[in-house]
């Protein structure tokens, strides 16, 4: 079979309500390396990216259509199994061309998704190499490793692959093939603190993560990570082509290394670019936070998930809450704004733990932020818990339900004793708590945030008043 041109499908990440109120621009990198190993290998490319253009699993059929082509690539997370089901069928019904799945899905879901689905390829894992083997061998994918196939209605697994890319050596993707002003104008650069006033691009200089946190699902097993010098040479071209002034580094972790960010921050520091970026608490100190600020940070995120020390260790987290106290307390000090994760209702989950969560932003005088309630997800050890527990009777009823809800509005796997229905009016209740601790402790911050949130209602009132007007 002689293929030689590629369609690289990135679909949208649809919500619950109206689709295009959370809008996320990020550049997608990993077809984005994609488009340039094709290329060099021979190969003809487009790219369809749904989530730059908002498309529903929907509405992206028509857009396929109109492009011809050999075989189709998908890039795709668990929570995306039904865009992929969606897709897959149109593209054989009418094109009849092969179709391979890469990303999380294909990952850590291969068998599920080529025994219910028209895709006839999973990558599993990295997929520069076993990507561009596929396209060279489709006849005899038996000889590529790191793959799962479909063949006359079986399931076939190969060798894992054991051939890596550096990640110094990925080429710069091509470019041409996106729409870049969307991604650079309308992204959302990091926000922990970052404003978007600049130019901004989300660039990822590692895979994985060094930890292992029971709820994560990571996207690769192995932790790797891009050198400084690297770093600052793309950096350097973001700036010089694209004129951007932020950059949000979209890693696990970036800071996952002191020795190798004690290397780039001079480098950061060079180029005048504003930046922010997720870290951890218990590697951050007053020295390192001081080098962090200085080079240029203007936001970290930190997965605080919880104030409860015995949620932690439930969590596999690797943390203690003094560690979240001393780390929260400094970065403040510096000024840096912070962007905290919290999850609600993780295994252990009570009364008291929720308490802890109130006392620990209480400690801290932080005004928090919206919990997420956890939801099991593909990859990570709580999920193979709920298999294995039966927690989890229908994978594709899950995968199902988390594609619009994933964290927000359902309670998917309930691991309190509370009832289904209490869950996210006990989360309410625990962020207002945590809010109105942070407000009464200043009459001007009661005062700004009172009128803030006068302002929103205002400006909610006026656009649902020119939408009736509109739509009359």
Not at 178 to 196: C, I, N, Q, T, V
Not at 282 to 289: A, G, P, T
Not at 346 to 352: F, L, N, R, S, T
Not at 436 to 455: G, H, I, S
């Amino acid at each position: 079979m002689r293929l030689k041109n590629v369609l690289l499908i990135h679909p949208m990440h649809e919500k619950l309500g109206d689709s295009r109120e959370r809008i996320s621009m990020q550049f997608p990198w990993g077809i984005g390396y994609l488009t340039k190993y094709y290329q060099t290998a021979g190969y003809n490319v487009r790219v369809l990216d749904g989530q730059c253009m908002q498309l529903t699993k929907d509405e992206i059929l028509p857009w396929i259509d109109k492009h011809d082509f050999d075989i189709a690539g998908i890039s795709a997370f668990s929570s995306q199994f039904n865009s992929v089901k969606l897709i897959a069928e149109h593209i054989k019904k009418t094109h009849r061309t092969p179709v391979i799945v890469g990303g999380a899905l294909s990952t850590y879901q291969p068998q599920l998704t080529l025994k219910n689905t028209d895709v006839d390829v999973c990558v599993i894992g990295d997929g520069e190499i076993s990507g561009i083997e596929v396209l060279d061998h489709f006849d005899e994918l038996d000889r590529v490793k790191g793959i799962a196939f479909r063949k006359r209605g079986e399931v076939f697994f190969t060798q894992p692959q054991d051939k890596f890319v550096s990640l110094d050596d990925l080429p710069m993707p091509d470019f041409s093939l996106f729409e870049m002003d969307k991604y650079l104008s309308e992204g959302r650069p990091f926000a922990g603190g970052l404003a978007a006033k600049d130019r901004s691009i989300r660039f990822i200089t590692s895979r994985g993560c060094p930890y292992s946190c029971h709820f994560c699902s990571k996207s690769a097993r192995t932790y790797r990570a891009m050198s400084p010098s690297k770093v600052h040479n793309m950096a350097a071209f973001f700036k010089n082509e694209f004129k951007i002034g932020e950059i949000s580094f979209g890693d696990e972790l970036f800071l996952a290394s002191k020795s190798r960010f004690r290397e780039l921050a001079p480098q950061l520091k060079s180029l005048g670019l504003k930046w922010g970026s997720q870290a951890r608490v218990n590697i951050v100190d007053k020295e390192f936070l001081d080098l962090i600020k200085w080079s240029g940070c203007e936001g970290l995120g930190y997965g605080i998930e919880t104030g409860s020390q015995k949620i932690l260790d439930n969590m596999n987290k690797g943390i203690t809450v003094e560690q979240i106290v001393n780390a929260m307390a400094y970065t403040k000090k510096l000024k840096i704004p912070m962007k905290v994760q919290l999850i609600f209702g993780y295994p252990g989950e009570d009364e008291a733990t929720v308490q802890e969560t109130i006392e620990l932003f209480r400690r801290v005088d932080h005004p928090g932020r919206r919990f997420v309630v956890i939801t099991p997800i593909p990859g990570s050890q709580l999920y193979a818990d709920c298999i294995r527990q039966g927690r989890i009777k229908d994978e594709i009823a899950h995968l199902t339900a988390i594609e619009k809800s994933f964290g927000w509005g359902k309670v998917h796997v309930n691991f309190t004793k509370w009832p289904d229905d209490e869950i996210y009016p006990r989360k309410h209740a625990a962020e207002a708590a945590i809010e109105n601790n942070y407000q009464n402790r200043n009459l001007f911050r009661r005062v700004k945030y009172f009128t803030k949130r006068a302002k929103r209602r205002i400006e909610r009132t006026i656009g649902k008043s020119r939408k009736k007007r509109v739509g009359s």
